[in-house]
């Protein structure tokens, strides 16, 4: 048995006298070839297989059966992405999109735009090739609950994420006005490739890949037989491939400001480009490893409810893949333009590269210092008006920044070796992301006095915060 | 379980009366243990009498000593949980040897369920959980009395949405 009170979570069916819309027609033939290209690496794999088998296939009728297997795929993919492309069709209203979907299990789904967290315009390459464009909405609502309209001219989806944004920021629809059109973005950090390729350089796989190079090496100049060097092609691949994946990924970034809030922009083969509204960013971490400190490179990762940041390959929640100094303080501008002290670049210099109680920091107590022998005298936090700032990690270094008005709940946590040295850990509930704020081992009491305050300070910051619809104000033309 | 000034550390806020979960928890917890560490017990015990090899009783006898462990760890367990209303968030704190303390404002809220499984049923008891827009929130108070739980997750609910703000 299980019953849920629900605090928030309107079941109604959608309002009449919605103008419903279709994907683009052309839709099924870019999401059809999915099932060939299933097939064809079943194909190539079996192929693998029996390579030795090839000479007696050639003769046979075996090419023609794949064939027509291949064929028959091909109809059944396309032809069901054709009968999707039938059944989908989305309305969009002042309060919510409405997405009715599915060809076997029907699916109606509605986002309310006031929940809105991020809107982005991704590109797949045979869609970018074609000048279409899938239009992904982020509600605040778990894994899965987000919007797809795929796929859409490119022209007409970047239209509509003005026209949505417009709505979620609550400057309202007048008929017969023309729509809205897109706030002047001003770009504000740019990444070249150069740099990305120097900081892909400087990474901890880059330690690894010439490591194993010198080993490969000596152990061919050991065993006098070059053959040794095909047993390392699985991990060759496996190396291009997460470079190439990175670097793809990350080519060519921009972070803009305007007032739909955030643009980023970035992608090599797959464009992406993503707009978080002001106030969606949860929390932010700044990270240096230890052979970035040298040319001091910083790369900035943020939480926002809806990228759920699980998967690996997916780079939404990077706010500035690598930075310098200046460009790292800029990200952390662009999400908090208050950080609610005098002289910011003090603090954020000591919470970036300091240690020890300068600039209000409060630190592990000396009595405790051996749960983390290396890095007690950096690892504390310090409270501001505006932010909680959560600095740690003495090889590399890590600073995690969380606005008062999105701390989501708070727990504290002791166990046995840490009450015996009067310590507890703070943990800082967030929305799911990379991002996992947390102060460890702090002493007891400033523990509890902390998580006391800062569950107050949370409840004035929220009461003070901006309006959900934050361009209400905004006189209408 | 009040609070006590002696032993006022970070687990023990000031002007905070601690509501504790109902004793029935403790059985229903005791009785699933016995289940699942009885039946190998029992399964060891006969396995050791049948077969005659001395050595083999040390397997019920573990058994048997993890049982005696955790009825001694189980009910003090229970009684250490304990929750309480504050006027604007609500307060669930848990464990002896590794102790927890979650606080949950009101307005973060975004929606309580109330769960009872068919063990938890036969003895009385339901369990409230509080989520927020985070996962690892990890809200919820086990052994409630069904009617407690009820009242909790109504009281909840009006307090969250008197409330409640964006994330």
Redesign the interface.
Known sequence: ?????????PQESPPVGLVWRRMHPVTPAVKGWKVVVVLLALGVQQLGENLRELGDLMGTNTWLIALAVLGAGALIGFGYAAIAWRMTRFAIDDEAVYLHSGVLFRQQRKARL??L?AVDVVQPLLARLLGLAELRLEV?G?AGSGISLSFLREDDATALRTELLALAAGVRRVEGTPAPVPAPQDSVLEVTPARLIAAMARSGGSVVLVLGVAGLIAAVVASHEIGTIFVMVPAALGFVSFYWGRFSREFNFRAAISPEGIGLRHGLLEARSQTVPP??V?ALRLTQSLLWRGPGWWRVEMNV?GYSGEKVQVTENVLLPVGDRDQALLAIWLVLPDLGVADPRALLAAAMDGSGQEEGFTTIPRRARWLDPLGWRRAGFVVTDRALLIRSGRLTHRLVVVPH????????????VQ?RLGV?SL?V????GTV?PQIPHLD??A???L??EQ?AR??TA?AG?GP?LWRRPVVEP | MTSQPISAGPFDPPNVVWSPVSPRLSTARLASASISLGLPLIAGAVLAALSGIVWLWLIPAAFAAVLGWLGWLIPRQVRAIGYAERADDLLIRKGILVRSMVVVPYGRMQYVDVEAGPLARAFGIASVQLHTASQITGAVINGLSPVEATRLRDQLASRGEARLAGL
Do not use: C, K
Request: no cysteine.
């Open positions: 048995m299980s019953e849920g009170t629900v605090v928030d979570r006031d929940r967290q605040a778990g106030g969606r949860q409810a008005e999105r701390t989501q709940s708070l727990s504290l946590e002791q166990g046995p009450r507890a943990v509930h967030s929305t799911p996992r007891a009491t523990a509890g006095a998580m006391t569950a949370a409840r929220r915060a959900e």
